[in-house]
Nanobody
Framework: QLQASGGGLVQPGGSLRLSCAASGSIISINVMAWYRQAPGKQRELVATSTSSGTAAYVDSVRGRFTIFRDNAKRMVYLQMNSLKPEDTAVYYC????????????????WGQGTLVTVSS
């Protein structure tokens, strides 16, 4: 139900934009977020966006990354600027509190991940 895209190879200092689309007959989504998992490390939360657009970031990306969403299109984006080698990871999108038409309770979903490699 979540499809992430936009990863790739970029040089240090470069930029990438990740996209994540939620599909299906969705009534509402609460929080949308981006996580990442570097090789040999645990998955970490990178940025979150509430349904009203309030954003929050982990300290290591604040000022460089921007999360924003298009509620009408059921999409969330992560604009990544001034990328560093330590940003190299598989990036996952997550949607919390997704209420599908016909369902009684909301659920949480993960996207499949997209690889970002920052290297010269």
């Amino acid at each position: 139900q979540l499809q992430a895209s936009g990863g790739g190879l970029v040089q240090p200092g470069g930029s990438l934009r990740l996209s994540c689309a939620a599909s299906g007959s969705i009534i509402s989504i609460n929080v949308m977020a981006w996580y990442r998992q570097a090789p040999g490390k645990q998955r970490e939360l990178v940025a979150t966006s509430t349904s009203s657009g309030t954003a929050a970031y982990v300290d290591s990306v604040r000022g460089r990354f921007t999360i924003f969403r298009d509620n009408a299109k059921r999409m969330v984006y992560l604009q990544m600027n001034s990328l560093k080698p330590e940003d190299t990871a598989v990036y996952y999108c997550r949607a919390d509190g997704v209420l599908y038409s016909g369902n009684l309770y909301p659920r949480n979903y993960w996207g499949q991940g997209t690889l970002v490699t920052v290297s010269s």
